[in-house]
């Protein structure tokens, strides 16, 4: 294992990024009081067209450039001439959000994470004027990501004037598998679009990672799809792999690569939606079981460990939000304290 030093604590507990409602202030108060350790920048996709992670990142694209700009479509987003109302609003919401969150963040000096689109996940949301998707041209994509790699560095230096800890900037690329498999269909719904190579791919994250980097950050890839490409992740750059631990959408094998090269592993060990609470030993138990079948008992294979939902709880209730987080902390105090066996019979500590 190499020496890589992580800016949040070990086995601290943070959130993927969505969260349920319209209420920034509430939002804010949830996450600065429930994750001290590592808050997270939030997204109210309730709020309509623009508070999505699409339209967000988009937001964020038109800081680059006033002619990028995104307009709705009965299907999603397509290419607009310039930043237009939807921008606009996306811009609002995401400055009101932080606002929000910087207020309620005075005193905290420890990691924030912040979340972005990925270019393959928006190569393969946004429609150019012709109906079809970015992902079809090759120019267009290289064109997106090198505006996202320019907009990534520049919200970097918004959150570094807001908030004093380290940033940590989490790449979402739910569509990438499908992107790599040709699995994204055409226009016309009759075909798909070609599979991008593997190497193409990481080239393109690179870029985009690379930048976040050069700005200071943390900077890793988020996929909640099964079969996340982990190697390619890896080789892109990526200083962290957050997936869902409850679905096994990783082989061991790579997972156990991952914690030995150093490579951070944010663990979704808590269901996104749920009722009531969940234990101690139900929390803790995917990372629990995981390091039982690699063998690694050794806690130092745990320092670049984050415990997470599986994916955003922008489709949960807030009293499970708050059963969330506190489940997410609960995993990580019984990891901390070694007690991998036997938890079972443990606390029940109740989320």
């Not at 997204?43 to 999505?52: K, T």
């Not at 921008?87 to 924030?112: F, K, N, T």
């Not at 193409?200 to 890839?221: M, Q, Y």
């Not at 892109?236 to 090269?261: H, T, V």
Request: proline share 6%; hydrophobic share 40%; aromatic share 4%.
């Amino acid at each position: 294992m190499n020496g890589h030093e992580f800016p949040w604590p070990r086995l601290a507990a943070t959130g993927i990024g969505s969260l349920p409602g319209t209420d920034a202030a509430e939002a804010a108060r949830v996450v600065a009081g429930e994750l001290s350790d590592f808050i997270h920048v939030f997204e109210l996709p309730a709020r309509g067209p623009g508070a999505d992670l699409v339209g967000r990142t988009a937001g964020l694209l038109t800081e680059v450039s006033v002619d990028l700009g995104l307009d709705t479509t009965p299907q999603g987003w397509r290419v607009a001439p310039g930043p237009g109302r939807a921008m606009r609003r996306a811009r609002s919401w995401s400055g009101e959000d932080l606002d929000a969150l910087e207020g309620q963040a005075q005193s905290y000096v420890g990691p924030i994470k912040t979340e972005v689109c990925g270019p393959w996940t928006l190569a393969a949301s946004i429609e150019m004027a012709t109906g079809e998707r970015i992902l079809k041209d090759a120019g267009a994509c290289r064109d997106i990501t090198q505006a996202l790699a320019e907009a990534v560095r520049l919200h970097i230096g918004d959150l570094v004037r807001r908030f004093s800890g380290p940033v940590v900037v989490q790449i979402d690329e739910p569509s990438l598998p499908a992107v790599l498999a040709g699995a994204i269909g055409t226009a016309s719904g009759l075909s798909s679009y070609r599979p991008i190579e593997r190497a193409s791919a990481g080239a393109g994250l690179r870029i985009v990672l690379d930048a976040a980097k050069d700005s200071g950050a943390t900077v890793g890839v988020h996929c909640c799809a099964r079969e996340v490409p982990v190697d390619m992740l890896v080789k892109a750059g990526a200083e962290f792999i957050s997936l869902d631990l409850l679905r096994g959408n990783c082989p061991d094998e790579q997972l156990g690569q991952l914690l030995e090269s150093g490579i951070g592993l944010f663990a979704g060990s808590v269901p996104a939606v749920g009722n009531g609470t969940i234990s101690d030993a139900e929390a803790s138990r995917p990372v629990r079981e995981l390091i039982h079948r690699l063998g690694m008992s050794d806690p130092a294979w745990l320092a670049g460990v984050v415990i997470t939902p599986t994916c955003g709880l922008a489709g949960a209730n807030w009293e499970w939000v708050r059963a969330a987080y506190d489940a997410c902390r609960a995993a990580g105090r019984v990891l901390r304290d070694d007690r991998v066996d036997g938890a079972e019979e443990g606390g029940d500590h109740g989320g």
